[in-house]
């Protein structure tokens, strides 16, 4: 009998979930079963993304 499989559409979803809430995915393990457990890692300081990331860049403004 074939052990069972998680698809890749739900451990990617999973992933991106918790890229989503600021969180890194660290193991994916599988169970027999097929059913899947990803474990979080809290971002470090250095890893995650300033607030201001996701705006437009503003004319005459350097980085600093």
């Given at each position: 009998m074939a052990r069972a499989c998680?698809?890749?559409?739900?451990?990617k979803n999973v992933i991106e979930?918790?890229?989503?809430?600021?969180?890194?995915?660290?193991?994916v393990r599988v169970g027999s079963?097929?059913?899947?457990?990803?474990?979080?890692?809290e971002k470090t300081v250095a890893e995650s993304r300033g607030p201001r990331h996701d705006e437009p860049k503003r004319?005459?403004?350097t980085k600093g």
């Open positions: 998680p698809s890749a559409a739900a451990v979930a918790l890229v989503a809430c600021g969180m890194a995915p660290g193991a079963d097929g059913s899947f457990t990803v474990e979080a890692q004319w005459g403004h």
